[in-house]
């Protein structure tokens, strides 16, 4: 097991499929994913980080998506909760401000979790078009 910082390990950001591929984690990644860590005060958990091309197709990524490493690094990963009790809408969207807040370049608004990457280019900011304000009753 190899750890990358306090609170992440390596084998958390493996491509789900199986395959493989060998990656190296940005540390400016590992930086941020460590700062939402510390902000929160609870554990969070990696839902997805590299993929291969052929599980990003299947998961039906973006074909330019971060998870697709470059040059071998990883500069993206899903991120949620690991308490399932934290995964509310107002806690997930307390992930994502905090991620703005910080050092975020990519940043995206899930059902359940957010997408963060430290992409080289400009910021760019979106919520999926299945997340939206459940109505209680």
Known sequence: MTRLSSHFVQ???????????????????????????VSTGEPVRITSGARCIEHNKKVGGASNSWHIPRNHTLYASDITYANSSKRSQLGILRLYILADQSSAMGLGLYDGRIHIDQRPSKRARWIDSGWEWKKTT
């Open 11 to 37: 084998s958390e950001f493996e491509c789900k499929c199986g395959c493989g591929i060998e990656v190296i984690v940005s540390q400016s990644l590992i930086n941020l994913l460590e700062e939402i860590r």
